[in-house]
């Protein structure tokens, strides 16, 4: 079993959409996760981490379920700007562990 | 906040010829960097966790003997790809922890380094 699997979509959605993306992880010991943002043909950059008691950052909410062991990623009123591929990313002891990635496309 | 450099963003070789590429944390101490590897369209790939002051550790199917990894210094790994072949062209990405007062323990990308070997 992987240690972390993500839809890879592909997510398209019209500009103004919400869209939801989740990660299932097989560690119950993990103990930090991550959302990030990739654009092609660009490295990887930090979105937000996600805390046990859940944390927005604008339209960006993200949430940590424990006993399902699974991490979501919410985007609100999506903008042309947010399409590129969302990876998840589990920390587990010094090891991270990535999701393949979703690719979302925002379409006006 | 924190800075992971990598340089050159943009490489070409001929085959046969060895390719170096450095990865520099500027904002904190990174006793541990990671390497991967990226083909058009698909996921990161791991091919190395890079330790600090002793040997990198490699992922299955990945040729340490090809892929020399040094961690000489808290703040600079290097890759090495040892006689490139056209098979080796792709998209080299670096990585390292963020440590210290103000940081969480996320990872902070390079740039990424684009290999084409002809």
């Known amino acids: 079993r992987k240690e972390v699997e993500q839809d890879p979509g592909p997510f398209n959605v019209p500009e103004g959409a919400t869209v939801a993306f989740n990660c299932t992880y097989s560690?119950?010991?993990?103990?930090?996760f991550f959302w990030y943002r990739q654009d092609c043909r660009k490295e990887p950059k930090l979105l937000m981490s996600v805390y046990s008691s859940g944390n927005e950052d604008g339209r960006f909410t993200a949430q940590l379920n424990r006993a399902s062991q699974y991490i979501s990623l919410l985007i609100r009123d999506s903008k042309l700007s947010d399409s590129a591929t969302y990876l998840c990313v589990v920390n587990t002891g010094n090891q991270f562990y990535f999701g393949t990635g979703t690719s979302l496309t925002v379409i006006p | 906040g924190a800075v992971v450099s990598q340089h050159p963003s943009r490489v070409i070789c001929k085959s046969g010829t060895s390719v170096k590429i450095e990865c520099r944390s500027l904002d904190f101490q990174a006793t541990t960097m990671f390497w991967y590897r990226q083909f058009p369209k698909q996921s990161l790939m791991l091919m190395a966790t890079?330790?600090?002051?002793?040997?990198?550790?490699?992922e299955q199917g990945v040729e340490k003997d090809k892929f020399l990894i040094n961690h000489a210094s808290l703040t600079l790994s290097t890759l090495t790809v040892t006689s490139a072949h056209p098979e080796d062209s792709s998209f080299y990405i670096c990585s390292a922890r963020s440590t210290g007062t103000g940081f969480t323990g996320e990872l902070f990308f390079g740039e990424g380094s684009r290999l084409t070997v002809l």
């Open positions: 560690n119950s010991a993990s103990q930090s």
């Open positions: 890079s330790n600090e002051g002793s040997k990198a550790t490699y």
